[in-house]
């Protein structure tokens, strides 16, 4: 009864959380935006101390139910071992010492990374991140395709129920690291269960020393054990010694497989008075733990030293600064939150959010950013802030997201059509929603932009419009932290009566 229950909570978590990736044509309300809310990292690294607290009861208690049902990478690794049963019937598992070393040195690395600001290393392994990226580069594009072929069946017979989508590639770099994530984990799990969450994972080691001391463990009833070994040979965990008739709490994963395959009933999910003795017996382990899990936590309100972000000042019209999505507040807070999961570059309406490679440094790789070339962020438009769960991206109200200032607009009047072709345009100024560009007097009839940098909020709109090429003559300068503009009472009434605010 234990593994059906897990099993369906495993599967309804799954679904929801790869919809929630997915999903282009607004299914899911957004209300579930808790789904993410409540995985380990972006808690952390929000600071979120309900659901952490939550999740460290719950671990306490229960033992790694977090890894067992929550965690997406976790219920796709039980996918893969699941299919490998059904073409490798007779390959089994066997129990493995636990790779401590191993798993001490990436949980410490990763911390260190996380103090000195390489947040690209914690984002690569997350599980939820991983799963993340998984499901916007690899899973959505198949899923689009899928759309776009039901689109093109139904069209054909009349019915206009499926719509036709684009799809494209943001990032060439974070699609090839999507797929070596895929492919990695997926051989990891195919020939050795959980071993992803027991060697690599840092949040599966984290909650594993806790789930050590959990009050609720699966024991082995030495009594009625007959040493057949069937639970050894089916722990996707490999953390059952059927020798020693011992099971190694912080590596199992509380699948149940093994309670369900004993035919002498000698598994058992029980308080385990044992463990709870052993709570008033000192352990350096734990204090480690306990000192790694408040280092971390209180690097996650510090704010790190500036990054020296590279530019490309050769050319004119290229960004110096990328710029961060509404709500970051600064880009220090940014890359120190953020944790690339990339539900924000999914889940923007525009498109205009992209996996960026070396725009914010090394440290930043696969970060967010800003990119125009598809389209311009909208005015009216606060999905970004509202789906962030590690608080990367505050959350913003509509007037909020109005007076924010992301980037500042930028004139080449070199590269005008104005002055290189004589020909009149103003399209920039028809498509800014605060009429920072303007048109003002040129010569021969003609006006020619002019920009009020105060008033910008930096959406790109000017920038993607702009027709100058090969390289635009207006664009959206990076700036290292967001502002907050004013506009004149005069300019909103033109904004309210134009109808400015795409």
């Keep these: 009864m ?66 067992s049902s929550i965690c997406p990478l976790g219920t796709f690794q039980d996918i893969v071992n699941w299919a490998r049963r059904k073409f490798l019937k007779k390959k089994r598992f066997k129990y493995k010492k636990a790779a401590n070393i191993l798993r001490w040195s990436v949980l410490t690395i990763t911390i260190i990374a996380f103090i000195s600001g390489f947040s690209f290393l914690i984002g690569l392994l997350d599980p939820y991140s991983a799963f993340g990226r998984i499901s916007v580069h690899v899973l959505k594009p198949a899923y689009l395709a899928g759309n776009n072929l039901l689109e093109a069946i139904f069209t054909h017979f009349g019915d206009h129920t499926f719509y036709r989508m684009s799809i494209y590639t943001g990032s060439v770099f974070s699609l090839i690291v999507a797929l070596i994530t ?66 190694d709490a912080s590596r199992c994963i509380n699948c149940f497989d093994c309670i369900d395959v004993c035919n002498q009933s000698a598994m058992k999910f029980t308080y385990s008075m044992k463990t709870a003795k ?114 990367a991206l505050i959350s913003l109200t509509m007037e909020e997201k109005h007076h924010n200032q992301m980037g500042q607009v930028q004139l080449v009047l070199e590269n005008c059509i104005v002055v290189t072709d004589g020909t009149s345009c103003g399209a920039c100024s028809e498509h800014c929603p605060t009429q920072a560009v303007s048109m003002i007097p040129y010569k021969d009839g003609l006006t020619i932009p002019h920009i009020e940098v105060d008033i910008c909020v ?45």
């Design 182 to 247: 895929l492919i990695v984990v997926g051989i990891m799990a195919w020939t050795g269960g959980r071993n992803y969450c027991n060697t690599i994972c840092p949040v599966g080691t984290s909650l594993g020393l806790i789930s050590k001391y959990s009050l609720f463990q699966i024991r082995i009833d030495e009594n009625l054990c007959n040493s057949c070994g069937a639970c050894g040979r089916n722990c996707k965990a490999s953390c059952i010694d059927t020798k020693n008739h011992k099971i």
């Design 2 to 67: 234990l593994r059906k229950i897990r099993i369906v909570v495993s599967v309804l978590f799954f679904s929801l959380i790869t919809l929630y990736f997915v999903d282009f044509a607004g299914l899911l309300p957004a209300g579930f935006s808790l789904l993410a809310q409540i995985q380990f990292l972006p808690a952390l690294l929000a600071l979120n101390l309900v659901v952490l607290a939550a999740l460290v009861a719950l671990t306490f208690i229960f033992g790694r139910v977090y890894c």
């Design 458 to 502: 930096g959406c790109g709109g000017c920038e993607y419009i702009c027709p100058a090429v090969p390289f635009k003559a207006i664009y959206v300068e990076g700036i290292d932290k967001h502002k907050r503009i004013e506009l004149v009472k005069e300019e909103v009434e033109k904004i309210e009566v134009d109808g400015f605010g795409f």
């Design 278 to 391: 052993k709570q008033t017996i000192p352990d350096t382990s734990r204090r480690r733990f306990m000192l790694a899990v408040a280092t971390t936590s209180l690097a996650a309100g510090k704010v790190l030293a500036d990054k020296t972000i590279p530019g490309h000042n050769s050319i004119k019209t290229e960004r110096k600064k990328a710029i961060t999505p509404p709500g970051a507040l600064n880009s220090k807070h940014f890359l120190t939150q953020c944790t690339s999961c990339h539900l924000c570059v999914s889940s923007c309406p525009s498109e205009v959010i992209k996996p960026a490679f070396l725009e914010y440094g090394l440290g930043g790789i696969m970060q967010p950013m800003m990119s125009f070339e598809k389209g311009f962020c909208n005015y009216d438009c606060t999905v970004c802030t509202d789906v962030c769960p590690s608080n």
